[in-house]
């Protein structure tokens, strides 16, 4: 029994290795399964291995690879944990690509501490600090979600064509509103407008009448808050309304929620915000692919399939699955000219690219990446009407 | 002699109004803390929690009392329920000082370990809020929402500035000058006052001339109760539930009450008004102001701030620290900290 056993086994590690060495990729899906994003990330981990799957399915990847997940857990803020997670995963895994991290935070860390080091290419679906931008990443570095950077740019478009030259701003006190703040006032600077004042606040505060008070003395012909809907912004904004300070704002991601309506109701009336989404029909296919076997609209789910499946597309195109190929393949995949390609597209996509032809991958979240290989990011601009956010259009 | 006006009204928008508002919310939560630290002896740190209680209490009583389609006219039903929320915060206070504090008191505890202690039940309360209501913004307001809009008031005198007044702002001012004359009335001029007057100037003396120590100890449990109840439904009915805006509160409304003196009513006052008003006064923008003010050619490119609104907790406690330094014992000589 015990011999039977051994040698079952020992076949099947052969059969395994032998497997490995031609027919078999393992790609590295490192994500927050535990921490402040844990209920996240099992819907952005289905999201990735749906891809996965289904490039295995189809059998085209460079002759017929299969294509095999390895879990690891980047806790989201301890640095520590992830890379030391991300190195088991390239050394003793040998996976050719990396799928995460998830938090900007871990994410630099495990860039820098393993995957520039090692060469492996990483691919995050949800890291979206603008100062990853201009990390040094000898090119392995895409993300599938725009930089805040990107979302100041926007901003600061949506509100010049709107007409509004003079704004007062104010973050939220960390670096997520200190960032957006930021890079929104720099853009708006630079297109000519004035932002009257610049100021912070802080989360969970009893009274901002002192901030409203230099705000509305500051002026300006609306009110931009860069914060939260369930924390210190909703404070501000009902500050502002209530002393006539401001009666119309702009909103950025962080502040648009179901709350905005049922708190203020119309008294928004007139306010603009923006938030990620996109039209395209890649949304609505993504979701239909899923099916019930996970929550395809769970928050950056549809990012992490486009995730996994540039890093196969862009091992076709190259030919080989190591990094130090492929990567400069990936903002080829996944910008035009090309067949244009949506999730459940991926047999197709490998067949053209086996072919000699050109593809532009659109996947779930409309990915066009540009400059250091980030996301351009697809926003939704909303206005509030009647008391209810209703969308402008897609930008 | 318009622009003066003007001058005037901008200024009690921004920083008057709020400012006498917010500070009659600190005044009120500080007298809480003030009498426990006066009669008891001991930094109640529980006492944001008990406001948290007490207003919770409230507002799943207005709730109700909503679902019932009782109504205040135009004022907040919350007030038809704050008997409710005060006689649930009196009970709890109850229950905790017989199962906490009381076995401290029979030990003859130092002050340090109470302020421990109150930690404890602090930790506890926050716990028991969260696990009732949930940790997440509660909205209880309703009637009319102003006295006179911003926008009302510019059509009305024709002037450039508006002056709003919510309806809330209207009922803290009043409730707490009522509160207070009640408070004052009740420690000066009743039998049970005096006694805990006494037992607070030196209670050894006070135990000597029979008075009945358990009976001043549930006495300035029961007041404080009301107190915590009132300040926390005012300050929740002005801007909003949450339990953890309520732990945070802690902080000026314990420096209002050193600032003033702790053990001193009305030092607790003064005290709340001077760190409200310290808040928002010395963080304000003067530009609009002075643009009224100044001829044309003065008038000022900058913001005219004095700091910018990101150090106004700073302001709190470098005032809290100049009168620890300069005056130990508060502003109306308290007992030193």
Not at chain 1, 359 to 371: P, Q, R
Not at chain 2, 157 to 164: D, K, M
Not at chain 2, 169 to 178: E, L, M, N
Request: proline share 4%.
């Amino acid at each position: 029994m015990k011999t039977l056993l051994t040698a079952t086994a020992t076949a099947a590690l052969l059969a395994g290795a032998a497997h490995a060495d031609d027919h078999e990729v393992k790609l590295g899906i490192i994500l927050g399964f535990t921490g402040p994003i844990e209920s996240l990330t099992p819907h952005m981990a289905a999201g990735a291995e749906m891809a996965m799957s289904e490039v295995s399915d189809s059998g085209k990847l460079l002759d017929g690879m299969t294509v095999v997940p390895v879990r690891a857990d980047s806790t989201c803020i301890d640095a520590g944990a992830a890379s030391a997670a991300a190195e088991r995963l390239i050394t003793s895994e040998g996976v050719k690509g990396i799928m995460g991290a998830d938090c900007s935070g871990v994410t630099g860390a495990v860039l820098s501490n393993v995957a520039v080091p090692n060469g492996v290419v990483m691919v995050s679906p949800s890291a979206t600090s603008p100062a990853l931008s201009s990390v040094e990443d000898n090119g392995l570095f895409f993300r599938t979600a725009p930089s805040d950077a990107r979302q100041g740019e926007i901003m600061a478009t949506i509100l010049m064509e709107r007409g509004m030259e003079e704004v007062a701003l104010t973050y939220t006190n960390n670096d997520y509103g200190k960032g957006l703040a930021d890079s929104f006032a720099t853009a708006f600077e630079d297109k000519g407008g004035t932002v009257t004042i610049n100021t912070a606040h802080e989360d969970g505060k009893a009274d901002y009448s002192a901030e409203v008070g230099a705000m509305a003395s500051a002026g300006g012909d609306l009110l931009v808050v860069a914060g939260y809907v369930d924390q210190g912004g909703s404070g501000v904004v009902r500050s502002a309304l209530d002393t006539g300070a401001f009666d119309t704002f702009h909103f950025p991601d962080g502040m648009i929620g179901t709350a905005l309506e049922e708190n203020f109701g119309d008294a928004l009336d007139g306010s603009s915000g923006q938030l990620p989404g996109t039209d395209s029909p890649g949304g609505d296919k993504f979701v239909e692919l899923a099916g019930d076997s996970f929550d395809a609209t769970s928050t950056f789910a549809p990012e992490s399939y486009d995730a996994a499946a540039l890093i196969m597309l862009a091992m076709q195109a190259a030919g080989s699955v190591e990094s130090g190929d492929y990567k400069d393949h990936v903002m080829d995949v996944a910008n035009a000219p090309g067949e244009k390609i949506y999730p459940g597209d991926l047999g197709k996509a490998l067949e053209i690219i086996a072919g000699g032809g050109d593809v532009d991958y659109v996947g779930a979240t409309a990915v066009e990446l540009i400059g250091p290989g980030e996301s351009a990011g697809n926003y939704r601009e909303i206005i509030f009407e009647d008391g209810k956010m209703e969308t402008v259009k897609y930008r | 002699m318009i622009d003066l006006l003007n001058a005037i009204v901008a200024l009690s928008n921004f920083v008057l109004v709020p400012a006498v508002t917010y500070g009659s919310q600190l005044a009120l939560g500080a007298l809480g803390v003030t009498l426990i630290y006066g009669i008891l002896r001991f930094s109640n740190f529980a006492h944001g929690d008990t406001m948290a209680f007490g207003t919770m209490v409230t507002i799943l009583v207005t709730w109700g009392l909503q679902a019932l389609g009782v109504g205040f006219g135009p004022l907040p039903t919350a007030l038809l329920a704050l008997p409710f929320g005060i006689a649930a915060c009196m009970a709890l206070v109850l229950v905790t000082d017989r199962m906490v504090y009381r076995f401290y008191r029979a030990q003859k505890a130092k002050p340090v370990v109470f302020v421990i202690v109150s930690i404890g039940v602090m930790f506890i309360l926050n716990g028991l809020v969260r696990f009732i209501i949930g940790p997440g913004d509660q909205r209880f307001r309703d009637g009319e929402n102003f006295i006179i809009t911003a926008r009302d008031f510019k059509d009305m005198t024709g002037l450039r500035e508006g002056l709003a007044l919510k309806t809330t702002q209207g009922i803290t001012v009043v409730t707490a000058v009522i509160v207070v004359a009640l408070l004052f009335w009740f420690l000066n001029r009743t039998r049970t006052g005096k006694s805990m007057r006494a037992y607070s100037d030196n209670e050894d003396l006070a135990l000597l001339s029979g008075i009945n120590p358990d009976r001043v100890v549930m006495v300035t449990w029961l007041i404080v109760a009301a107190l915590a109840t009132v300040a926390g439904t005012l300050y929740g009915l002005d801007k909003s539930f949450k339990p953890f805006t309520y732990f945070q509160l802690l902080l000026p409304v314990f420096a209002a009450a050193i600032v003033g003196g702790l053990g001193s009513p009305l030092g607790a006052i003064a005290g709340g008004y001077v760190i409200a008003f310290s808040e928002v006064l010395i963080t304000y923008a003067w530009k609009k102001v002075l643009t009224y003010l100044v001829p044309e050619a003065l008038e000022p490119d900058g913001l005219v701030q004095l700091l910018s609104t990101n150090y106004k907790f700073a302001v709190s406690f470098v005032i809290l620290l100049i009168v620890l330094l300069f005056r130990p014992t508060g502003l109306f000589r308290g007992k030193a900290v």
